[in-house]
């Protein structure tokens, strides 16, 4: 149980335009979902926090108009990259909560994003 | 903010044999929650051990165990009989009474046929 699908895994998109991602967890109501990004050979760095019918809330240093988040039902968070630039590439990863006294992360399978 | 210090940026061990990742951490709650997960090639996050805080005994999974000291805020996962599976980056994680989980920045592992 407590699976999580993250897709696409890879994509790859023109500079200036949008890509979205989706996490979804298969099997259990996540009412919290974050949202990683990791640079290579690096650690994860939480970007957002999402909670669901509510608005996402951002680490200091993240821009809310280029990484916008919707978590829009209890088993889906999508992540949009809008207007995407090449520094912009990066791995990005999800994982969901089942609430706050769960003591495990389940993470998504990651998404690498190219931005050409 | 918590913070989680793996101070070994990559270890290597000879397959068979054991390793100790080291893991430190920085907190003023008294109830949390430890991890190690591993993070192969293929970069899915996979959970390989959790501990207690509250829990003296140390945690053990197979040929993974930890060596948990509450009062040093140490937390070190050791891998007995080594296997070439076992080559990854491994991330050390803090879990307090809030939803966030707090990574440490990896120690890559190799495993010497």
């Known amino acids: 149980g407590a699976v999580v699908s993250q897709h696409p895994s890879r994509v790859i998109c023109k500079s200036g335009t949008s890509v979205k991602i989706e996490c979804r967890s298969l099997?259990?109501?996540?009412?919290?979902m974050f949202w990683y990004r990791q640079f290579p050979k690096q650690s994860l760095m939480l970007m957002a926090t999402s909670n669901e019918g509510s608005k996402a809330t951002y680490e200091q240093g993240v821009e809310k108009d280029k990484f916008l988040i919707n978590h829009a039902s209890l088993t889906l968070s999508t992540l949009t990259v809008t207007s995407a630039h090449p520094e912009d590439s990066s791995f990005y990863i999800c994982?969901?909560?089942?609430?706050?006294?769960?003591?495990?992360?389940?993470f998504g399978q990651g998404t690498r994003l190219t931005v050409v | 903010a918590q913070t989680v210090t793996q101070s070994q940026p990559e270890m290597s061990v000879q397959e068979a044999e054991t390793v100790t990742l080291s893991c430190t951490y920085d907190t003023s709650e008294s109830d949390y929650y430890l991890f190690w997960y591993k993070q192969p090639p293929s970069r899915q996050m996979i959970l390989v051990i959790r501990?207690?805080?509250?829990?003296?005994q140390n945690a053990t999974e197979n040929r993974f165990s930890v060596n948990f000291q509450k009062a040093a805020k140490s937390f070190s996962l050791k891998i007995s009989d080594s296997q070439l599976g076992d080559a990854a980056m491994y991330f050390c994680a803090y879990k307090g009474t809030g939803n966030q989980f707090y990574f440490g920045t990896g120690t890559s592992l190799t495993v010497i046929p």
């Open positions: 099997d259990f109501q996540a009412t919290t």
């Open positions: 994982s969901a909560s089942r609430g706050q006294w769960d003591t495990e992360a389940f």
């Open positions: 501990q207690e805080a509250y829990k003296q």
